[in-house]
């Protein structure tokens, strides 16, 4: 196992091939890869955009971007400064260290505090770390959220936003039948707010999808004819599923027909607001494994 420290980012590289490549900006996960069962084929399984600023300037369009103290455009009081999903995925978090460093596994840690810019829209005590950790088919992502106020409580929302590569049109996300969703995509702001119930027992994206399930299962299937990602998360109750079809052409760093090629399902901890009391911390993990073989649930 081996991890290099470049100017801007940190590779790790497992011995039997698997990678991660993860920007200090926004502490994004813009890679990973590794190695397939079926033919030892190299598969990249994170979508970045080629239109994507990887400078610094934004928010990359890609990868797994970190989503915090807010999801969508910020509706705490505490958090009315902010810009849509929060601040920590458009800031330059810290190299950390490494926590662990086998033949089967490495994870690394950065983290974030405070920073003038950070008190001028978000003006709460915080710590924050990210933890990546990878192994030969699979990486993991937790999010630590420490409150360091000695009075105050602290708030937030929290969101792994993975943009998975894969082709849309094909892709299924189980189990969620008779999970309650709400419909972002819905035409007025009643029906956006008015609870739903799925009744797929597969959901797919094939249409523009804004989903956001409500305490859903928090162990999922996202698959296509060629592949698959599994999903186990801890504490992140709620489910995002997102692709923007034809929208997409409207997103300024989305790659001509991106929409086609990747599908964003995201564990975070969404509706309603996580609260910690002085000095707790709070942490959300997802564990992403690679499907190898074939599954159905028809
Ligand atoms: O997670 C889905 C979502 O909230 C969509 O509504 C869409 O806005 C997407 O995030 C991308 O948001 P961004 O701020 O990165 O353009």
Redo the contacts with the bound molecule.
């Keep these: 196992m081996r991890l290099d420290l470049k100017g801007d980012r940190v590779i790790l590289n497992h011995d039997k091939g698997a990678s991660s490549e993860i920007l200090f900006y926004g502490a994004t996960v813009i890679s990973w890869k590794s190695v397939t069962k079926s033919n030892s084929e190299l598969v990249e399984h994170l979508f970045v955009s080629e239109k994507a600023f990887l400078d610094g300037s934004k ?1 990359v369009r890609g990868g797994i971007p970190v989503v915090f103290p807010c999801f ?1 455009p910020p509706v705490h009081p505490q958090h009315s400064k902010l810009p ?2 929060g601040f920590a995925r458009s800031e330059l978090w810290k190299w950390d260290k490494v926590l662990t460093e086998t033949e089967a596994e490495v994870s690394v840690q950065l983290t974030l505090d405070p920073t003038a810019s950070i008190i001028a829209k978000f003006d709460r005590p915080f710590h924050l770390a990210i933890v990546v950790r990878l192994t030969e088919h699979q990486l993991a992502t937790e999010l630590h959220v420490q409150n360091t106020s000695t009075f105050d409580g602290l708030e937030f929302q929290a969101l792994f ?1 993975n943009y998975f590569r894969a082709p849309s049109s094909e892709v299924l996300i189980f189990p969620l039948h008779h999970q309650s969703y709400y419909d ?1 995509t819905a035409p007025t702001e009643e029906e956006r707010n008015r609870l739903k119930e799925e009744t797929r027992v597969d959901v797919d994206v094939k249409k523009y999808t ?1 989903f956001v399930y409500e305490n859903a299962p928090q162990d999922y299937e996202v698959t296509w004819p060629q592949g698959g990602i599994a999903i186990k998360t801890i504490e992140l109750k709620d489910l ?1 599923v ?1 692709n923007p079809q034809e929208t997409g052409s409207k ?1 300024a760093d989305m790659e001509d027909g991106g929409w086609e090629r990747f599908v ?1 399902v ?1 564990p975070g901890y969404v509706r309603g607001f996580a609260k910690i009391q002085p000095g707790e911390t709070w942490v959300g993990h997802q564990f992403l494994s690679v499907i190898h073989d074939k599954r159905t649930h028809l």
């Design positions: 928010a969508g849509q999903h936003h972002k804004d995002v997102w997103i964003c995201e």
